[in-house]
């Protein structure tokens, strides 16, 4: 089974940056996919970035070119470098890996990392 360890969340000022850490913990897993949403209060949960194994990136128009998504397959981790943070970034988000061991697919999700950016 695959667990997740986020890090990197906090408290930022706008225009601040702030890294995202998320590390997959399971041997013989293949990630095929690792990203990140974010919730809101009162909002649903949305895609702010992905990357498969090959390392094409998918981001939300909100944080295109300020959002950079990377991964280390060597320690199965993801980050989210955050740029230019603004006070609408505020959420908790989330990691989530869909990986595979064999012919059996999982999707896994992180406890979620507070983001708040205030003045």
């Known amino acids: 089974q695959v667990r997740l360890l986020e890090s990197g969340g906090g408290l930022v000022q706008p225009g601040g940056s702030l890294r995202l850490s998320c590390a997959a913990s399971?041997?013989?897993?293949?990630?095929?996919?690792m990203g990140w949403y974010r919730q809101a209060p009162g909002k649903q949960r949305e895609l702010v970035a992905q990357?498969?194994?090959?390392?094409?990136?998918n981001y939300a128009d909100s944080v295109k070119g300020r959002f950079t998504i990377s991964r280390d397959d060597a320690k199965n981790t993801v980050y989210l470098q955050m740029n230019s943070l603004k006070p609408e970034d505020t959420a908790a988000y989330y990691c989530?890996?869909?990986?595979?061991?064999?012919?059996?697919?999982?999707?896994?999700w992180g406890q979620g990392t507070q983001v708040t950016v205030s003045s």
């Open positions: 399971a041997s013989d897993f293949v990630m095929n996919r």
């Open positions: 990357i498969t194994y090959g390392g094409t990136t």
């Open positions: 989530n890996v869909q990986s595979s061991w064999g012919d059996v697919s999982y999707d896994t």
